[in-house]
């Protein structure tokens, strides 16, 4: 059973670095898309970026390159930092997996998400 | 970007009631279209792609319909294990968008 777990401080000030961390179980990182997703309280839910597992990365223009997204598949994790936060970036992040494989892509494992409040 | 928008917000309904949660892509999207449930504090779960495949190990009374710009999710015979959030994603074209969300309730 695959299983993802998000990490990460749950209170990040204005201006500086917000940084998570999700750990992967159950199967191998290779051959799969690794998504981090977010949605701001009320609103949608909205894609962030992937890295593949030989590190393509690609991300949402909306977020204006300050996301940024690593993997380290000898731990088992990848990682997301977005840069400058503001009270629009508080919201519960969720990493997720995508697969290929049908060519739908669709996300087909999901952690269950930790919120990340951005505030002074 | 693709604008996804699910009507209706919420819904309310009895258990064995059929239930439909309508998507709609603001451009063609052939059926391209992912179907989520959420759970509170529970990690989301895929249920259909493609529009109309169901993904193993979800119950049969789950089912998908539509192509281009209108989709469908119904619930043939609503379970109370059944109440969540359900939310529809198109994987047309990056960046990937999220309808935003249709609530299932209890009568």
């Known amino acids: 059973q695959v299983q993802l777990q998000e990490s990460g401080p749950g209170l990040v000030k204005p201006s500086e670095t917000l940084s998570l961390t999700c750990t992967v179980s159950g199967d191998p990182m290779n051959n799969y898309y690794w998504n981090w997703i977010r949605q701001p309280p009320g609103k949608a839910l909205e894609w962030i970026g992937y890295?593949?597992?030989?590190?393509?990365?690609n991300s949402n223009p909306s977020l204006k390159g300050r996301a940024t997204i690593s993997i380290d598949t000898s731990k088992n994790q990848f990682s997301l930092k977005l840069t400058s936060v503001t009270a629009a970036d508080t919201a519960v992040y969720y990493c997720?997996?995508?697969?290929?494989?049908?060519?739908?892509?669709?996300?087909?494992?999901w952690g269950q998400g930790t919120l990340v409040t951005v505030s002074s | 970007d693709i604008q996804m928008t699910q009507s209706p917000s919420s819904q309310s309904a009895s258990v064995g009631d059929r239930v439909s949660i309508t998507c709609r892509a603001s451009?063609?999207?052939?059926?391209?279209l992912n179907w989520y449930q959420q759970k509170p504090g529970k990690a989301p779960r895929f249920l259909i792609y493609?529009?109309?495949n169901l993904q193993s190990g979800v119950p049969s009374r789950f089912s998908g319909s539509g192509s281009g710009t209108d989709f469908t999710l119904t619930i043939s015979s609503l379970q109370p294990e059944d109440i969540a959030t359900y939310f529809c994603?198109?994987?047309?074209?990056?960046?990937?968008?999220f309808g935003q969300g249709t609530k299932v309730e209890i009568k």
């Open positions: 994603q198109q994987s047309f074209t990056s960046p990937p968008t």
């Open positions: 493609g529009a109309s």
């Open positions: 997720a997996r995508q697969s290929y494989t049908s060519g739908w892509k669709p996300f087909d494992y």
């Open positions: 890295i593949y597992y030989g590190a393509s990365t």
């Open positions: 451009q063609h999207i052939n059926t391209y």
